[in-house]
């Protein structure tokens, strides 16, 4: 999704953490959306009675997460269960881009936020090619993404990633920044792939990266940062204007 003629969109990668609130954590939502970006990224993993959290790591206190129930969030405020976290999303009007940490819950995901989230933007993407080929089935009416592999992101070749993204069904790819070569991005548009780009912390490549129409989505874990340089490839315009509200509802609706 791009806002501003081909300025690309800002995701905050776990929410805005700048500050001191906790990765994936309700506040981290609330400061991302009160300061403007367009999405916050967030991690879904599942618990052994089946709640379904905000988190990113596999275990909590040494202990994984397959074998915690929802009992052991009240140790944990910062950890959020899905159905609390996109209720408050929903309410705060910010865009959603969640990630399947693994598959198998892709339909209790997919219910809870179109619930919750009264209509946001919602964009989806994996590791998993299965749970992303899940998701594609469906969700037919939102974009899901392909995350490339994190092992060695340089070795990927362009074909292999086309090949991939379109085994799993998936409308767009999202790219290690590492990946983000011209041949790797032409080869994409040449298929009609979209491209979300993470994590992406270095000025340089924010403005790279979102002054390439090819490139849809910025997921940084400084959106601070990433806000100010859009703002002054946009002639100061920023997301709490009525211009760039207008903007994105457009956006929204092609």
């Given at each position: ?21 906790p ?49 052991a ?86 074909a ?33 792939l ?7 912390d ?37 997301e ?15």
């Amino acid at each position: 999704m791009q806002l501003l003629g081909n300025i690309g969109a800002i995701a905050a990668h776990r929410g805005w953490h700048q500050d001191g609130a906790p990765e994936n954590s309700i506040a981290a939502l609330e400061r991302a959306a009160g300061n403007g970006v367009d999405f916050v990224e967030m991690d879904t993993r599942r618990l052994a009675d089946g709640t379904i959290v905000i988190h990113h790591d596999t275990t909590l206190d040494g202990v994984a997460l397959g074998e915690l129930d929802r009992s052991a969030l009240a140790a944990h405020p910062e950890v959020a269960t899905l159905d609390d976290w996109s209720r408050r999303a929903g309410e705060l009007g910010v865009g959603v881009l969640a990630e399947l940490k693994e598959p198998g819950y892709e339909r209790e995901v997919l219910d809870t936020l179109r619930t919750n989230l009264r209509g946001n933007r919602l964009d989806l993407f994996s590791f998993d090619a299965s749970a992303a080929r899940a998701m594609s089935r469906l969700a037919p009416d939102h974009a899901v993404g392909l995350l490339t592999d994190v092992g060695r992101p340089e070795a990927a070749t362009a074909a292999s990633i086309v090949d991939a993204a379109r085994g799993a069904g998936a409308s767009f790819v999202g790219l290690n920044v590492r990946q983000t070569t011209e041949p790797i991005l032409a080869a994409l548009d040449a298929a009609g792939l979209g491209a979300a780009v993470w994590t992406v912390d270095r000025p340089a490549d924010i403005a790279r990266l979102l002054a390439d129409r090819r490139v849809s989505t910025v997921i940084s874990d400084v959106p601070r940062q990433a806000l100010a340089i859009r703002s002054t490839m946009t002639g100061g315009l920023h997301e709490a204007s009525g211009a760039v509200r207008l903007l994105r509802a457009a956006a929204t609706m092609r």
